[in-house]
């Protein structure tokens, strides 16, 4: 496991990251925003999304070159179950075809015939305000084929600015949405445009799900079409019909990207609140598997004789026990118990 680290971030995580078995790299943003040619992105790269410009950071998983793929995750996400179709699919092999068959891909797309997958991804449709527009990808999941050239592409699109208000990346739509000047716009412009046909967009409801309503709500103006459900909302991602990943079992999810839900280490339970509302009853059982997952690496700590750690100072928590597992002393962040990493480190 690698973690990417901005020299500003570095002080309050890099130890703690380096103890739980992480590679700390810290990196400054790929490029030096003062040297962006284009005036706009030059301006706003440096105060809108996320991050500003440090989200650029990961665009250094392309650098990875010593592994066939890297995967990019966010810090508030959770893997929960194995990925390996996706690797075969996109390392080749074997076992390849077979895979890709199997991979979960969004609207049941087939996988490029003539040439390799480069990136796989997920879309943000909550970014699309209305019917039509392009949507940018979400950059808190990302399977990318390392290359170094592909990254120094990157580099010379961001620093060349070429990006305008409204229309976004070379004025083909890719702009006026949270995050178009970093990671969610840019990725998407360069495999929609400038490399097309060399990246898959993967089914959101399985990788990297959010738990987002996938149809415009009310106020949204557009004309249904012939093949919606009567009286629905039209789809963000322009199909007729859609999957709600608010009803998708948890045992079909692989990862999932705490955004909607917010962060597990929040105390939000959503509880009685749910039993109508798929939102909440899937929310709540994914920051169940986080907790879960947080409580499976205490123990495995504990059975190893990595005992700095005591139970009464990591688990006193009695705010919804069964649910928190001890990690929770009150609804809230502040209610939250933080993780006490032992002093022996490193993970098996």
């Known amino acids: 496991m690698i973690a990417f680290v901005h020299p500003s971030a570095a002080a309050c995580s890099a130890s703690d990251l380096r103890a739980l078995g992480y590679d700390v790299r810290v990196k400054e943003t790929p490029v030096n925003a003062t040297e962006i040619r284009g005036e706009f992105l030059r301006r706003t790269i440096q105060v809108r ?11 250094y998983a392309y650098t990875l070159t010593d592994y066939p793929v890297a995967v990019h995750l966010d810090v508030d996400s959770i893997l929960l179950r194995p990925l390996d179709d996706l690797f075969d699919a996109m390392i080749g092999g074997g076992d390849a075809a077979e895979a890709a068959r199997r991979l979960a891909v969004h609207g049941g797309a087939a996988l490029p015939e003539n040439g390799p997958v480069n990136f796989f991804f997920t879309r943000d449709y909550n970014l699309v305000n209305k019917p039509g527009k392009p949507a940018g990808i979400q950059g808190g999941f990302m ?5 170094v050239e592909v990254y120094e592409e990157y580099r010379g699109i961001v620093l060349q600015g070429d990006h305008y208000p409204g229309s976004g990346w070379g004025r083909k739509g890719h702009g006026g949405y949270y995050g178009a000047q970093q990671i969610q716009g840019l990725c998407a412009y360069y495999y929609d445009h400038v490399h097309p046909g060399t990246a898959v967009e993967l089914d959101r409801c ?13 106020g949204v103006k557009a004309e249904p079409s012939a093949g919606m ?18 009803t998708t079992p948890l045992g079909k999810i692989r990862s999932a ?6 962060k597990p280490w929040t105390c939000r339970y959503f509880g009685e609140k749910s039993a109508g509302d798929t939102h909440g009853r899937l929310c709540d059982e994914l920051h169940g598997e986080w907790h879960r997952i947080r409580s499976d690496l205490e123990e495995m700590w504990r059975q190893d004789g990595r005992d700095t750690i005591r139970v009464g100072e990591v688990q006193d928590g009695d705010y919804r026990l069964d649910h ?3 990690h929770c002393s009150r ?6 118990i933080p993780l006490k990493i032992p002093t022996t480190v490193g993970l098996p």
């Open 49 to 59: 999304g996320c991050c500003q410009e440090k989200e650029l950071l990961k665009l």
């Open 206 to 218: 399985r990788y990297n799900q959010m738990v987002d309503d996938p149809r415009f709500g009310r």
């Open 331 to 336: 609804a809230g962040g502040r209610g939250y």
């Open 143 to 147: 399977a990318v084929r390392p290359s």
């Open 324 to 326: 928190f597992r001890g």
């Open 229 to 246: 459900a009567g009286g629905a909302f039209p789809c963000r991602d322009g199909r007729d019909e859609c999957e709600d990943c608010r």
């Open 257 to 262: 990207h705490f955004t909607i839900c917010q």
